[in-house]
């Protein structure tokens, strides 16, 4: 089955720098790539996904980038905020299953 | 998007009793799905809650121990049952909302610790 991996577990930045998190998934059939975001206490939210046919995508400060030949994408934070602190989870899964396969979890902890 | 709204958000339980999880959406929804999460720990997929037949378990997860109600498209009920200090977790209900881009939304969750 489906296993996506996701490095960094825990990752500090300063306030105003950039930040990487970096996923791999295991199953080449994978087509649709979120992000999720959790702060403390509330529930994940979708904040920016991908599908297979576009390399990369960009929303304000977030970007999300797929490499479908190495099986990784990435989720890029620009110019972090001190209210960009939180666990963001990256996930995969097939169209026509909705089955999504979430990643470990980065804990993201942006330092003012 | 989908208003999911779930009760109780969160109870104290006692070893070898059980609770059961509402989920209520404000659409109609085709898919509907449990995830469990473990203090600390991403989310896992417990199984589809399907309309009017029986819920598909992921493998891990038996009926048994989380039957599964699904008796229209906006509601949805998890029981956990017999429970122990394990059980302790954050349980989502969530749903795909869009059929053509196939979003999937979670509510606020029930957080359930067991004694």
């Known amino acids: 089955g489906e296993n996506v991996e996701q490095h960094p577990s825990t990752l500090s930045v300063q306030e105003g720098d950039s930040a990487v998190i970096k996923c791999t998934y295991s199953d080449s059939a994978s087509n649709y790539f979120p992000w999720y975001k959790q702060e403390l206490g509330k529930r994940p939210q979708l904040i920016i996904d991908?599908?297979?046919?576009?390399g990369e995508k960009k929303d304000q400060r977030i970007a999300v980038t797929l490499n479908k030949t190495a099986k990784h994408f990435s989720l890029h934070i620009t110019e972090t905020q001190p209210e960009d602190s939180a666990v963001y989870f990256c996930?995969?899964?097939?169209?026509?299953?909705?089955?999504?396969?979430f990643g470990t979890g980065t804990r993201l902890k942006v330092l003012a | 998007s989908a208003v999911i709204s779930q009760k109780p958000s969160r109870d104290i339980c006692q070893r070898g009793t059980s609770l059961t999880i509402q989920c209520q959406v404000d659409s109609q929804v085709t898919m509907m799905f449990w995830y469990r999460q473990q203090p600390g720990q991403s989310l896992t997929l417990i199984a589809t809650a399907n309309q009017g037949s029986e819920a598909t378990y992921e493998s891990g997860f038996v009926i048994d121990k989380f039957p599964i109600s699904r008796p229209n498209l906006t509601f949805s009920t998890l029981t956990v049952s017999n429970m122990s200090p394990e059980d302790s977790s954050i349980y989502l209900c969530s749903v795909i909302w869009g059929a053509n881009t196939g979003e999937l939304f979670f509510g606020e969750g029930s957080r359930l610790t067991v004694l």
């Open positions: 991908i599908r297979s046919n576009v």
């Open positions: 996930a995969a899964s097939k169209k026509g299953t909705y089955k999504y396969i």
